[in-house]
C-alpha cells in the first residue's frame, strides 16, 4: 500500500473531546465487509456522523465545517476495543494524517502506524490545552515534527516530544509499508542469503 511520506505536518485540528473511543465506533463492524480498501472514509464514525434518517448531525465535529485539516484531537484512550485495522484505513483514507491524544491502545497504535497514520501521544495537560485552545479558535494550528519528535501548539509555542519505534519512524518518513520496506533492502538481504549456501 502506498502511503505519504511524512516529515512535518502543519495544520488545524479537528476536536473529538470524548474518551474511550473504541474501534467500533471509528468503523462500526457492519461495514467491513468490503473485499478491497475503498470507501471507509465514507464511513468514519459512520454512527455519530449521520442519524438513522442518513442525514449529517450537525454537532458532530466532523460536520462542522468550522473544524479542518488533517489532525484528529482526541480524548484519553483512542483506539480501544477489537484489533481493527480498517479503523486506521478509514481515518487515513478521510484525510487525516496525525492523530493526537493523552493514550492509546496499542492495537491501534501498531495498526496507525502501519498505514501511514501518526498517533502522538501527549501529556493530558497538553491535551486539555489544545482542547481549550481550539475551543477559543477553531483555526489553531499544531505543528507535528517526525523527525524531531515534537509538537508544538502554534499560538502559544507550547511544546512536547513524543516517542516513536525507530523502524516505523522511519517507515513514515520514507512512505513504506512493511513490504515497501523489504524490497528497499532486497540486495542486502540477497547479498546476506548468498553467504549462507
Not at 465506533?25 to 471507509?40: D, G
Not at 490545552?129 to 479558535?137: K, M, P
Amino acid at each position: 500500500m502506498a502511503i505519504d511520506k511524512f516529515q512535518t505536518i502543519q495544520s488545524a485540528c479537528v476536536p473529538l473531546a470524548i474518551e474511550n473511543v473504541d474501534t467500533d465506533q471509528i468503523i462500526p463492524a457492519r461495514f467491513l465487509k468490503a473485499t478491497e480498501r475503498k470507501y471507509f472514509d465514507k464511513n468514519l464514525f459512520r454512527d455519530w456522523r449521520y442519524d438513522n434518517n442518513n442525514q449529517p448531525i450537525a454537532t458532530f465535529p466532523l460536520n462542522n465545517a468550522k473544524y479542518n485539516g488533517s489532525i484528529i484531537v482526541s480524548g484519553k484512550n483512542f483506539g480501544s476495543g477489537s484489533s481493527r485495522e480498517h479503523a486506521a484505513w478509514a481515518i487515513y483514507d478521510y484525510g487525516f494524517r496525525v492523530v493526537i491524544s493523552s493514550f492509546f491502545a496499542d492495537i491501534f497504535k501498531g495498526n496507525a502506524l502501519n498505514n501511514g497514520l501518526l498517533p502522538v501521544q501527549v501529556t493530558p495537560e497538553f491535551l486539555e490545552n489544545l482542547f481549550a485552545e481550539i475551543e477559543n479558535d477553531p483555526k489553531t494550528e499544531v505543528e507535528v515534527n517526525l523527525a524531531k519528535q515534537t509538537i508544538i501548539l502554534k499560538t502559544t509555542g507550547a511544546q512536547e516530544s513524543f516517542e516513536i519505534n525507530s523502524y516505523k519512524k522511519e517507515c513514515l518518513q520514507k512512505g513504506f509499508d512493511d513490504i515497501d520496506y523489504l524490497l528497499s533492502i532486497k540486495n542486502k538481504i540477497e547479498s546476506y542469503e548468498s553467504t549462507r549456501i
